[in-house]
């Protein structure tokens, strides 16, 4: 998770660190814009990208204006369920739940018998996992959609395009993942957006909790089983890099549609 954590944030200070496009025939500098002086760029993008991977919810700069690959980041941090470096209470939960999705996964792939910490993943466990993966992006995409597709709600987006759906999938995001945080273009406080964001909130924060609980109930009730030469190990390099790649595969499956339409788009047009 570290590893993550540290990449989404080289990734986020390196574009903050070129010219916005808006104003390069003025302004060769970094992208100051939004930005505090005596923080700076390295200090924003790390802000960013930590509070994004937490619950927090703080920023030292507005999101709304970093370029479109710099603001990608923490769109993207919180997508994954906020596991980098894990949300207040959250976090930990969140990463077990893909921990026992990479084990089955391993399973499938080498023949080995799906365990974790000693308990037997089958059917049942699957399933709770399947739903919590699924739970979060249905409710940020369904949502993002309804929004779009609502005139009055439409009305609402400050910069119209592929940045405009990028405030409102950030708007969905941030409310289902329990951060708090916001592209500020966006005008939330209608009859819309304050309904659908605490239907949002409401799903993303309770729906996975019941979830994560019945996964936990479910393992408690299995009995330990000795480790064998069949048990995938899971304290080893090798399943911490299969952990981290299961986790940016399955939201970039998720998630890369809404985000080729907004701020990849936007990158690649300016």
């Known amino acids: ?25 003025v302004s060769s500098g970094p992208n100051m814009e939004g930005k505090e002086v005596r923080f700076g760029i390295p200090a924003s993008a790390l802000f960013a990208v930590s509070t994004t991977g937490t619950s927090t919810g703080a920023v030292i700069a507005s999101h709304d204006s970093f370029t479109a690959f710099g603001g990608a980041m ?34 499938l792939m080498v023949g080995r018998t799906p365990e974790y910490l000693g308990k037997k993943i089958e059917p049942r466990e699957m399933k709770l996992v399947s739903l919590y993966i699924l739970l979060t992006p249905v409710t940020v995409l369904v949502l993002a959609a309804l929004a779009l597709s609502i ?11 592929a940045h405009g759906l990028s405030e409102v999938l950030y708007a969905f995001t ?36 019941v979830l994560a609980m019945g996964l936990a109930g479910s393992l ?8 064998s030469l069949g048990t995938f190990p899971t304290t080893s390099p090798l399943f911490a890099g299969l952990l981290a790649g299961v986790i940016l595969i399955v939201t970039a499956l998720t998630y890369f549609p809404a985000l080729s339409l907004g701020p990849l788009v936007e990158g690649f047009t300016r």
């Not at 919180?78 to 399973?107: H, R």
């Open 151 to 161: 005139p009055s709600a439409r009305a609402s987006i400050l910069n119209p395009g």
């Open 1 to 25: 998770m570290a590893a993550l954590w540290v990449g989404f944030a080289v990734t986020a200070w390196h574009f903050e660190s070129q010219s916005n496009p808006e104003v390069r025939s």
């Open 74 to 107: 923490p769109l993207s941090n919180m997508m994954l369920s906020e596991v980098t470096p894990g949300g207040t209470g959250t976090g930990l939960y969140g990463i077990l739940v893909l921990a026992v999705l990479s084990v089955f996964v391993a399973g």
């Open 220 to 227: 408690a009730k299995k009995k330990h089983v000795p480790a």
């Open 174 to 209: 941030s409310a289902t993942n329990n951060n708090g945080s916001a592209f500020a273009g966006l005008s939330g406080n209608t009859t819309f957006y304050n309904t659908a964001l605490a239907f949002a909130m409401l799903i993303g924060r309770f729906g996975s909790i």
